[in-house]
């Protein structure tokens, strides 16, 4: 990979915040919610990913998802992905966030 794609891992609470202020992706109930990380991408040991790659689930789905046998590896890679791209739209949308 070339090196422009390695960022430093990004931490934000306040993008934290925002994305655990959606609605669950999987069963769409209201707070709380919290910010999942995907579990494939930028990820080594002892290590999580970007922060704005973060989607809201409610802790129930986010177990399932995480720990359960709900989804092959393959399924939760391609949600996961598609859910980081709906949470940036649904954010942007809401004026949750702003470009700079």
């Known amino acids: 990979m070339p090196s422009y794609f390695k960022e430093p891992t990004h931490r934000s609470q306040a993008w934290l915040r925002a994305v655990a202020s959606l609605p669950c992706v999987v069963c769409m109930k209201d707070g709380p919610s919290q910010a999942a990380h995907i579990n494939h991408r930028g990820k080594g040991m ?50 949750k966030v702003v470009p700079k």
């Open 46 to 95: 002892a290590m999580k990913a970007p922060d704005v790659w973060t989607f809201p689930m409610c802790p129930q789905c986010h177990q399932e998802f995480d720990q359960g046998r709900s989804y092959t590896k393959e399924e939760r890679r391609e949600l996961a992905d598609t859910w980081v791209l709906m949470t940036i739209l649904n954010l942007a949308s809401q004026g």
